[in-house]
């Protein structure tokens, strides 16, 4: 069995790993490697997929929406998104699924059955997750068009980008935008005043983002990436193999590699 993560640049994924340690540990000889694709390369690289010489892949940035064209079908959720993250075969469909979404909604479940949410960021991973939140999402985006639009799309709110919004009226804040990241790890996207809601990033290199740093600091409860992470593999995997990973053991690993 060989599968891959494909994205560009690629340099840092933690997918190998964390497939590598499933496929082990449920006995399967397989590999799961990284490949580095440029743009006019996804074609061709699709084309070999079909001749099974993969047996599935992992999609990330920028790919996750151009990708679409290539495949035979999409599940549900990956067409709601307009976004894959897992290509894999079904017979000799190609098919595209969304794993982000159910696994930042199962990481956020495992935490709270809270449901007055606000999600900053409207790009492709804020779309995977908005239609698996439960209850009423409030969107803001920094370029306040695409949060309406997304808002219209999905029946929820947006409310104009401000770092100082008021916060009182959510339970769950969701960071899905790249503040945060490399090169922006000292920025947050938003000022944690007057709130007692439970912080949430996407981010998970680094782990914990200055967001949830400050969030901690001043005692509020947090949820990171990891389990996202993990989460989105998890079910990829099984799309994958057929089997049902550990997410103790994936979640170890990863963090360990994030010290
Ligand atoms: P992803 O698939 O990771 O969501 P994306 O589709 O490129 O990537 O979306 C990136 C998100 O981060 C967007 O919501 C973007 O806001 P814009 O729609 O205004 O571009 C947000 N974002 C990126 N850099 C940002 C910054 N410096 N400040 C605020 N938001 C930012």
Known sequence: ??????????????????????????????????????????????????????????????????????????????????????????????????????????????????????????????????????????IMNRTNQTAERVADEFGQHAVAWSRTIDLTPYDVIINTTSVGMAPQIEETPIDLTATTALICDIIYRPTPTRLLREATASGLDTLDGVLMFVLQAAEAFERFTGHKPDIALGEQVIRKQLE
């Open 1 to 138: 069995m060989h599968f891959a993560v494909i994205g560009h640049p690629i340099a840092h994924s933690l997918s190998p790993m964390l497939h590598e340690t499933w496929l082990k540990a449920a006995g399967l000889f397989g590999c799961y490697t990284m490949v580095d694709v440029e743009a006019e390369e996804l074609e061709s690289l699709v084309l070999q997929l079909r001749t099974r010489q993969l047996d599935g892949i992992n999609v990330t940035i920028p790919y996750k929406s151009a990708i679409i064209p290539f495949l035979d079908r999409l599940e549900p959720a990956a067409a709601r998104a307009g976004a894959v993250n897992t290509v894999y075969w079904d017979g000799d469909d190609l098919v595209g699924a969304n794993t982000d979404g159910t696994g930042f909604a199962r990481a956020l479940a495992s935490r709270t059955n809270a449901e007055r949410t606000l999600v900053i960021g409207a790009g492709g991973a804020a779309r995977g997750i908005i239609p698996m939140l439960p209850g009423h999402v409030t």
